[in-house]
């Protein structure tokens, strides 16, 4: 059983930056591509930022730029870097093993003056 927990949300002004973090158990965690979803209310969840085993990444265009998905192997963690952050950008976030059926418990993320 794979377990993941999000942590870094926070309420922030537009322009701002956090980073979320997702610490995974398990050995094998560097194998999985990972990803970050986001749901903002009344909207589907929407994939974010993805990071496969190797250095590929693929972000959302509505972040390309502004966000950075990285991980540590090592620390079996998932990041993503959020700067120049919107109101649009309110949802909660979560992490996820692709093609899997394990998800996150979501983080928090407010945009707002």
């Known amino acids: 059983q794979v377990q993941l927990v999000e942590s870094g949300g926070d309420l922030v002004q537009p322009g701002g930056s956090l980073r979320l973090s997702c610490a995974a158990s398990g050995s094998i965690f560097r194998i999985y591509t990972m990803a970050w979803y986001r749901q903002a209310p009344g909207k589907q969840r929407e994939l974010v930022a993805a990071?496969?085993?190797?250095?590929?990444?693929t972000y959302a265009d509505s972040v390309k730029g502004r966000f950075t998905i990285s991980r540590d192997n090592a620390k079996n963690t998932l990041y993503l870097q959020m700067n120049s952050l919107k109101p649009e950008d309110t949802a909660v976030y979560y992490c996820?093993?692709?093609?899997?059926?394990?998800w996150g418990q979501g983080t928090q993320v407010t945009v707002s003056s």
């Open positions: 990071s496969t085993s190797g250095t590929r990444t």
């Open positions: 996820h093993i692709e093609r899997s059926e394990f």
